[in-house]
Structure formats: structure tokens, C-alpha cells
């Protein structure tokens, strides 16, 4: 299967605590974008990369999360000292073509946070 | 600015039934627009998308979609539901001018019973 893969799939760990979540997008799609979905509600935009440059980010994104791209394939989300409000689904998607609101976005199946 | 409204949280038909999941827009660009599937435990498929050719648009599943301008909405539907359907359900709004990142709605949760 040559789809988006992130790993962890699950991620538990205590209050305070630094996590990392990596994404490997589909081969040769330029961009990789990052949501993030709490209980009950639809993904949220936090972030996304052209290759390697970060192009924009949500005010969602507080200075504890750092996101990088360092080679332009896969991808690296990093919250410092995790708080309880972090505990949520976090989505990783790519897509081909860098420009065109036609371009389909392909979701990796998530990381789950808990944060305790 | 744009955002989707899903007007239903829940919907629950009966296998063989339709199906009609509401969905309104607002966007100050002309949008894209799609509707995504979400599995248990499964990442977000494509069911349809929308991009200025025709309004009524056909996806996987038997799942179709009719922009609606003068209306704003972008309705989902299916003539008969299956057990295999139940899922959650996003309608999601795009455009070129905002890096291509989507905007989703809150979700319907779509029950299918026998």
C-alpha cells in the first residue's frame, strides 16, 4: 500500500511530556498538509509544507508545536510539554500538484493522542 | 473567509431507504467543494468533489452531489442506503487563494439500520 502513512497510530503519555509524529506521504506528492481533529468535531488546519518550506501555519499552532519537512518527503510534528487540551487525532494529508483547489488531498489513517 | 455548516449531527434511515446528508457554504471565492468519508479507525476517503464543471456530481458508492449557488448548499444523497454506509460524513470547502487547505464542517454521523 502506497498510501499516506503516519505512525505512531496511538500515542499516550503524561502531562509535560514532549511527543513526535511522523508522516510519510504518498512518493512525489509535493505538499503535506497537518490537521488536527478533536471528539465530536471535523479536522482543523494547523500547518502545511511545499517540499520542504512551511508555508503557513494556523494561530492554532501555539509555540509548543514545531513542525519540519526536512527533505521535502516525509514529515516530523513535535508538541513540547503536552498539555491535557492536546489530546485530539492528528491528521497528516498530501497531494500532487502544488496549486488548484481541485487537487485532492489523501489522508493517512491518524495519530490519536492522550494526554494524561 | 469560508466554512461549511452541516445542519444534521446524526441521521439515521433504514437499509434501502435514501439518504440525504445537508450541507451549506460560505466562501468569498468561487470554491471547491467535497465531501469526505470517515471509517472507524480508518483515515478520510474522497466520496465527491465539486470544482466549477458540472453541478450535479457523481462519486463512489453511489453517492452524489448538486452545487447549488443560489442556495449555497452542496447536499449529499444516495438513492438506497446500505448497512456498509454508516459512517461520518464531512463536508469540506477549498480555494486556490488559501493554500488549498481545507475547511471542514463539524460532521454528520450517518446510522444505517436494518
Known amino acids: 500500500d502506497t498510501g499516506v502513512s503516519q505512525n505512531p497510530r496511538h500515542k499516550i503519555t503524561k502531562r509535560g511530556q514532549n511527543v513526535t509524529f511522523r508522516c510519510d506521504p504518498i512518493s512525489e506528492h509535493n505538499r503535506l498538509y497537518w490537521y488536527r481533529q478533536t471528539l465530536g468535531q471535523g479536522p482543523e488546519f494547523l500547518t502545511y509544507f511545499q517540499n520542504e518550506a512551511q508555508l503557513e501555519k494556523s494561530r492554532l499552532l501555539s509555540d509548543r508545536f514545531s513542525a519540519e519537512r526536512p527533505k521535502g518527503s516525509f514529515s516530523t510534528l513535535e508538541i513540547q510539554r503536552t498539555e491535557q487540551g492536546d489530546s485530539a487525532m492528528y491528521l497528516c494529508a498530501s497531494t500532487p500538484d502544488p496549486g488548484g483547489a481541485k487537487n485532492i488531498q489523501y489522508f493517512g489513517a491518524g495519530t490519536r493522542l492522550s494526554v494524561l | 473567509a469560508q466554512s461549511v455548516t452541516q445542519l444534521d449531527s446524526h441521521v439515521s434511515v433504514s437499509e434501502g431507504t435514501p439518504v440525504l446528508l445537508r450541507c451549506n457554504y460560505s466562501?468569498?471565492?468561487?470554491?471547491?467543494l467535497f465531501w469526505y468519508v470517515q471509517h472507524p479507525n480508518k483515515g478520510l476517503q474522497l466520496l465527491l468533489k465539486y470544482t466549477s464543471a458540472a453541478t450535479l456530481v457523481k462519486g463512489i458508492n453511489g453517492f452524489e452531489a448538486e452545487f447549488k449557488k443560489s442556495e449555497t448548499s452542496f447536499h449529499l444523497t444516495k438513492p438506497s442506503a446500505h448497512m456498509s454506509d454508516a459512517a461520518e460524513y464531512f463536508c469540506?470547502?477549498?480555494?486556490?487563494?488559501?493554500?488549498?487547505?481545507?475547511?471542514f464542517g463539524t460532521g454528520t454521523q450517518l446510522k444505517v439500520e436494518l
Open positions: 466562501s468569498s471565492y468561487s470554491p471547491s
Open positions: 469540506v470547502v477549498s480555494y486556490t487563494g488559501g493554500g488549498n487547505k481545507l475547511t
